[in-house]
């Protein structure tokens, strides 16, 4: 490497990591990383790493300039490359978080007794029901136009006190499809993916849907669930609890949601 | 020497190895058009977990190079040793308290850590200084306290076992000498070859120029350093939330010992933030015992994969082997005496 290699190479990658941050907080895509609360410190990250791309263009000219050698390179260096190899080949997009393994759920479920024989094999994906989730979406009492705050009320002991004022009321849900081993036989949950910081720490979180089959629904496929709230027993590592569930329900394939809508926070 | 071109060494190794995977992968890509594989949608989750991990922590550990730097340009081992006790058990509770007030997260302190070494603090209350600050901070505990709202004890229990465990296993450590459990020894010079002592033998001169451009200088050189360790701990951390299926630990998780000893694992594994793993562990109490949570929640904060490699290129490799193994079995018998005492919701 020449006399200043080392400073041109460690300038070339500071630039390539200021480039990811600058270009993830300009275009937005930040939000599928990182909760909104984040994106403030990122900001900080990207104008200190542009900092110190202005001073070390300053010691390139002050070593080419002068007689100074920049000493060895480490070649752990090249480790900085690794990262922007992948965000530049393998682009995450707003189907990847909900494809992630090893992801927790949380118990909070309703349950779409029989809803197999409502989904509808044919439907294309519903762009209302996509446009929707930016307003108000996963959760709408539709009888009363209130909103469950999914922030809030959703996914926290809201649904476990209120379950018998809940009896009886109809219900739409926005999620993705999830299921695995643990879950009571056909039943997939109606799920979104709650961040608190950033996407490596996302927890499955959303409504059982009890299904007579789940050959009509896929994991990850994103669906819009309207039923009626029942009270029901749901076994969960091998205890029972009453839970209100999704009783009736009417099943559409939707878009996934914006980036924007891709989680949501506690 | 000898030392260094094992550094050095083990640097290639890890670089050859993770630009090979790269160049494969990009081979891959490119070469096969396998745009609807699941090996695209599996490497497009890691390149998720990978950079989610590295947006979150890039800033912090920037803030904390930079404050860093300045402490190696500003303060001076006098100062250290005049604001710490002269008491050596109230060092270590002082250093603890300092956690307190201090809203930094495991990936900024280390840094930070390392520059108070440099400048003379000694090593039980920098260590302490160290594993307490990412639990008993404030935003740390009020998250804990949100994602705990059925089980409102497990914020100060939290509080209290992370902030005597580090006490404690700052206390087991602290016979160590202080700069020479630092990579690189007693005198570290930085990669523009300054020879970091106090200010006057620093020969950084008042002049704010010169000052403006030592900080720079130490900014960069502690960001190569440090940044190399925290993207290769990034890297193997994301490659295990992909790859490692965590139901195979949670699958053995049952009696008491078993249970703290799996959420210990899984809290190494997942290196999360400790300002978000208080939501993730609430996850897990359905199949393990309270206690065992605990342990997840105080584990997590002092040691995880992305951590370890910052501390292995920070502290000596044999310093943080036994620094390694002292906080798990601190952490360890802080969750057993708490599975003994409490007994029921949190046996």
């Known amino acids: 490497m020449g006399k200043c290699g080392v400073k041109i190479l460690w300038l070339f990658i500071l630039m390539s990591l200021t480039a990811v941050l600058g270009v993830a907080l300009i275009s937005g895509n930040i939000l599928l990383y990182l909760a909104p609360r984040m994106v403030p410190m990122v900001w900080f990250g990207a104008i200190v790493l542009a900092g110190l791309c202005v001073y070390q263009g300053y010691e390139i000219v002050h070593c080419l300039r002068s007689a100074q050698t920049a000493g060895k390179g480490r070649p752990g260096m090249l480790l900085f490359f690794v990262p922007v190899v992948f965000i530049l080949t393998a682009v995450p997009d707003t189907s990847t978080p909900g494809s992630l393994p090893n992801q927790n759920v949380r118990l909070v479920s309703v349950t779409a007794k029989n809803a197999a024989d409502t989904v509808r094999e044919d439907t294309e994906p519903d762009e209302a029901a996509g446009s929707d989730a930016a307003d108000c979406l996963p959760c709408v009492l539709e009888d009363e136009h209130a909103f469950f705050n999914p922030s809030v009320d959703l996914f926290s002991d809201y649904l476990f006190e209120t379950a018998e004022a809940l009896d009886g009321r109809t219900v739409t849900v926005y999620g993705f499809v999830y299921f695995d081993d643990s879950f009571p036989e056909n039943t997939v949950l109606v799920s979104r993916l709650m961040i608190t910081c950033c996407a490596a720490d996302a927890s499955i979180v959303g409504f059982h849907v009890q299904t007579e089959t789940q050959d009509g629904l896929e994991l990850n496929e994103w669906i819009r669930v309207t039923g009626t709230i029942r009270i029901m027993e749901i076994p969960y590592y091998g205890n029972d609890y009453d839970l209100p569930v999704l009783t009736d329900g009417l099943i559409l394939r939707c878009d996934a949601p914006d980036i924007e809508n891709a989680y949501i926070y506690p | ?347």
């Open chain 2, 1 to 347: 020497m000898h030392s260094m071109t094992n550094n050095q060494n083990i640097q290639k190794g890890a670089a050859f190895l993770l630009i090979a995977a790269s160049v494969f992968w990009v081979g891959f890509c490119f070469g096969a058009g396998v745009s609807q594989t699941d090996i695209l949608r599996d490497m497009r989750g890691f390149s998720l977990v990978l950079w989610s991990i590295l947006f979150e922590a890039l800033p912090f550990v920037l803030l904390g190079i930079i404050v860093s730097s300045l402490i190696q340009v500003f303060v001076t081992e006098d100062m250290i040793l005049r604001i710490m006790p002269d008491n050596r058990f109230m060092r270590l509770v002082f250093a603890a308290m300092i956690g307190l007030i201090f809203p930094v997260c495991e990936c900024a302190i280390i840094p930070i850590t390392r520059g108070l070494m440099k400048k003379g603090m000694p090593v039980g209350p920098a260590i302490t200084f160290m594993l307490a600050t990412p639990i008993v901070n404030l935003i740390v505990l009020l998250s804990t306290y949100n994602a705990f709202t059925t089980m409102p004890q497990m914020m100060p229990l939290r509080a209290a076992c992370g902030f005597v465990g580090a006490i404690v296993i700052g206390a087991l450590v602290s016979r160590a000498q202080g700069k020479a459990v630092l990579k690189g020894g007693a005198e570290p010079v930085c990669a523009y070859g300054a020879h970091h002592g106090d200010e006057a033998q620093h020969g950084h001169s008042r002049n704010k120029r010169a000052i403006f451009r030592a900080v720079m200088q130490h900014t960069n050189a502690e960001l190569q350093s440090v940044g190399m360790y925290l993207i290769f701990g990034a890297v193997i951390a994301a490659a295990v939330q992909m790859a490692v299926p965590t139901d195979v630990l949670t699958g053995i998780g049952g009696g008491r010992i078993a249970s703290i000893a799996v959420m210990m694992a899984l809290a190494f594994l997942l290196s999360l933030c400790s300002e978000a793993d208080a939501f993730v562990a609430n996850t897990f109490l359905y199949q393990f015992s309270g206690a065992s949570v605990l342990a997840f929640l105080i584990v997590g904060p002092m040691i995880d994969l992305k951590n370890t490699f910052m501390m292995f290129g920070s502290f000596s490799k044999k310093f943080t082997i036994r620094l390694i193994l002292t906080i798990l079995l601190v952490c360890f018998a802080l969750a057993l005496v708490a599975s003994l005492l409490i007994g029921g919701m949190y046996g």
